[in-house]
């Protein structure tokens, strides 16, 4: 199927598609996961936070890690700076 360029769609309805866009996005970051996979405690007399995940997303991680020739806590550091980027950046762009 095929659509038509941006500049020749009326205004109104690009905008309105974009916005859809928007929303959509925000969902998927910002909703809750469907499954469960980790938990979060924090601890008020430390400077961290433990980040407990579920057994086997860790494995598939450590999985994962191995094909790519690194190491698992090197995609989830690289994973939360990368979405805590894009988060940020899209409530730079709300405001």
């Known amino acids: 199927m095929k659509y038509l360029p941006d ?3 009326d205004s109104v309805k690009l ?7 928007r929303i959509a996005e925000k ?3 910002t909703e809750p996961p469907k499954e469960k996979i980790s938990t979060i405690q ?16 860790y494995t598939r991680l450590e999985k994962t890690a191995e094909k790519l020739g690194t190491t698992p ?3 989830i ?11 940020e950046g899209r409530t730079k762009k709300e405001l």
């Open 7 to 9: 500049g020749f769609k």
């Open 15 to 21: 905008e309105s598609a974009r916005a859809t866009r």
């Open 27 to 29: 969902d998927e970051l």
């Open 42 to 57: 924090k601890y008020a007399n430390t400077s961290f936070v433990n980040v407990l995940l579920e057994g086997s997303v």
């Open 73 to 75: 806590d090197i995609l």
């Open 77 to 87: 550091s690289n994973a939360l700076l990368l979405t805590l980027k894009k988060l």
